[in-house]
């Protein structure tokens, strides 16, 4: 089979004959259908993430079906819609793992960064850890919900989202566009923060009420004025256009962030004291948030907005990506 591997930061892709790879007990192998093209790739890619294990096949959005079973798996059987996410394995034995948080185990692997993953036709998952896919997605849209759906979902979920309330979701990316369709989903009332005029008809097909456009003046006041928001999720990766949100935040309000990347992030302390505020980050999520991703995307018609790629656009999508002109999500299919 041929695969993608990252071999060293910032070198070309080098695509690999491989030999098929044959589960462990325990495991299932995954006919890949379609994976999605993660921020996180890129960041793997750049030599952000000292804890990838290179060489790599990358890959956390992984959608497919269950192909082969090793020794001692029951709960599979072959043929079943399977998916992947970013946390390939955890301890099963720690604190936060006894309490079921996923992302809080130190001991975790990651798909497509410390294990190889999706970007390759056949890939080796713990049971365990595989998710069900319903037979109502179809995969290639299903593959972004894997990293995309469940970090806004897992982080609206941080910042203890309740119906009635109001969400402002900075950014209209991959990851914004699923946390409008999650939060209005979740029962809120929905307020789209882009800094694109154009995105104004997407964010409202999506389930936005309104939209403001952070070039139009202060975005922070622009929410105030609108009774402010008991949640911001905030999708951007540059810190700066976050602090003036933070004046757009209802009293107890949560700015909960899940694309910021490396910056500092400038807050005043009595702002928060004032509105009693929470600033938080949250990362991905646990495998029943997962189930439950899944779950929403099926009787609220979620679905991501997808470009379909082969596996050799690899290099094109990332040069793409890091240029921030990446307007849909990326998703590798295969056959
Ligand atoms: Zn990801
Ligand atoms: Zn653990």
Known sequence: MKVAVITKTKAPVVFEERPLPKPGPGEIRIKVAACGVCHSDLHIWEGHFDFAKLPIVPGHEVAGVVDQLGPGVTEWKVGERVGMPWIYSTCGHCDACVAGDDPGCARQEATGVSKDGGYAPYMIAPAAFATRIPEALDLAEAAPLFCAGLTVYGALREADIRGGMTVAVQGLGGLGQLGVQYARALGARVLAVTRSADKTDLA????????????????????????????????????????????????????????????????????????????????????????????????????????????????????????????????????
């Open 204 to 335: 409202r097909r999506l389930g936005a009420a309104e939209v403001i456009v952070a070039r139009d003046g202060h975005p922070g006041e622009a929410l105030a004025r609108r009774g402010g928001a008991d949640i911001i999720l905030t999708t951007v990766h540059v810190t700066s256009a976050i602090t003036p949100l933070l004046a757009g935040l209802a009293p107890r309000g949560s700015l909960v962030m899940v694309g910021a990347a490396g910056e500092p992030l400038p807050v005043n302390p009595l702002q928060l004291m004032v509105g009693r505020a929470r600033v938080l980050g949250s990362v991905v999520g646990n495998r029943k948030q997962m189930r439950e991703v899944l779950d929403l995307a099926v009787r609220h018609d979620i679905r991501p907005v997808i470009e379909r790629h082969r596996l050799e656009d690899v290099s094109r999508i990332f040069e793409k990506l890091g240029r921030g002109e990446q307007p849909a999500r990326a998703v590798l299919t295969f056959e």
